[in-house]
């Protein structure tokens, strides 16, 4: 092939891709997105009952890759709840898988959410929002469909300042979570799994990182590590199944420089009042060990524990089905029994004398004044 051969097929080529370029960057000026927002709010009020407004345009882009971007977007709640709409986001971007697309087929490649607000409610009669009320022809059963040739697999999925607010009016339980930034990805609906990022929950700095594998022999490996209050916990095992009945087989880990701390953010990060604890829980903490947790067990096995300056080792098996029982055997090497029995001599815990405390400075000025 001569150089001027050469020279005339790299132009031709050149031509050719510039010419593609700009088409995919011209497309979307010819493609009226917008025209959909009224079937999308249809079919959304078809399967839930609820209506579904796009306040903001919708977006198509396809290059540097395809691209499908929505703002102003509220899906509303039920009548009578405390926020009028179940879900806002400023703005959703969702792009495709390219070599998915190229082979005929669609995954989603990622998701932005960014600025969104959840509010799941649970009212006084026990029913929840989630609860949807389809239209009376998408509520009739229809024929089965043939199960789709891949599974569901969304390459991830961004969590920008996203809110999450959830109440129990029944049980008195509420949680709001702030400020979340989290990076999540799910491969398929059998896994494997992964989250990672953090929010302030009732108030409570959370950080929380879980990756769980696909489903093996044994079950999902999974390793999970929380963050919150000064105190940390970890676990590395399998998960026998994704559900009620799952069984935890691993090793955990625990540490707090403040054991009292920890457990009241805990109990906060689950949305109860933060509990009256014993000053005998007050001080340094640490726990690792093998653990077995089932619905019908829990084990832990060769563990070791430190509360302050004492410290012990042993494991510990507590059966409860079909009847409570429970074995185990601890090592304490030495035990300061004078500290302990001061500890126990004290009033209850610190949180209980720390709630008048807040009155007090009123009443030692006014005495002042009386001389």
């Known amino acids: 092939m001569t150089p001027s051969t050469r020279k005339k097929i790299l132009i031709g080529g050149g031509g050719i891709i510039g010419l593609l370029i700009v088409a995919l960057l011209a ?5 009226d997105v917008n025209s959909y927002k009224p079937t999308i709010a249809a079919e959304v009020k078809k399967a839930t009952g609820r209506d579904l407004v796009l306040d903001g345009p919708i977006k198509l882009s396809l290059l540097p890759v395809p691209s499908v971007s929505i703002s102003g977007v509220k899906f509303f709640n039920v009548p009578g709840s405390k926020n009028p709409n179940m879900v806002e986001v400023k703005s959703v971007t969702v792009k495709p898988s390219l070599l998915a697309l190229l082979a005929g087929g669609f995954e989603v490649s990622e998701v932005t959410l960014v600025d969104p607000k959840i509010v799941l409610e649970i009212n006084a009669d026990g029913k929840p929002n989630w609860e949807f009320a389809p239209s009376v022809a998408e509520a009739k059963p229809a024929a089965a469909k043939p199960a ?12 920008d300042n996203g809110t999450l607010i959830f109440s129990d009016s029944k049980a008195g339980l509420s949680v709001v979570a702030e400020k979340a930034n989290f990076s999540a990805s799910v491969g398929s609906l059998d896994g494997p799994y992964s989250l990672a990022g953090g929010a302030d929950v009732n108030g409570a700095p959370l950080r929380l990182d879980l990756a769980v594998s696909a489903k093996g022999t044994a079950g999902h ?11 940390k916990l970890a676990f590395k095992g399998t998960i026998s199944e994704l559900g009620p009945n799952a069984r935890l087989a ?34 340094k903490f640490s726990f690792d060990g093998g653990i077995d947790v089932s619905q019908t067990a829990i084990a832990a096995k060769d563990f070791k524990m430190a509360l302050g300056q004492d410290s ?11 009847a409570l029982a429970v074995d185990g055997k601890l090592v304490v090497p030495k035990l300061d029994l004078d500290r302990w029995m001061a500890t126990l001599a004290r009033p209850a815990a610190p949180q209980a004398a720390a709630a008048p405390a ?4 009123v ?3 006014r005495g002042r004044r009386r001389r």
């Not at 497309?27 to 493609?31: E, T, V």
């Not at 789709?148 to 969590?159: D, E, M, N, W």
């Not at 090793?251 to 005998?280: K, M």
């Not at 012990?312 to 079909?322: F, I, Q, R």
């Open 250 to 283: 691993g090793t955990a880990s625990a540490s707090a420089e403040q054991l009292t701390t920890f457990i009241g953010a805990l109990v906060r990060l689950a949305g109860q009042p933060e509990p009256a604890l014993p000053p005998l829980l007050a001080g």
């Open 27 to 31: 497309a979307p000026l010819f493609i």
């Open 312 to 322: 012990g080792s042993g494991s510990l098996a507590v059966t409860l089905k079909p």
């Open 363 to 365: 009443a030692p000025r």
């Open 148 to 159: 789709p040739s891949r599974p569901l697999s969304l390459g991830r999925l961004t969590i």
């Open 358 to 361: 807040a009155t007090p400075p």
């Open 221 to 231: 490996n999974a390793e999970m590590s929380l963050q919150a209050g000064g105190g």
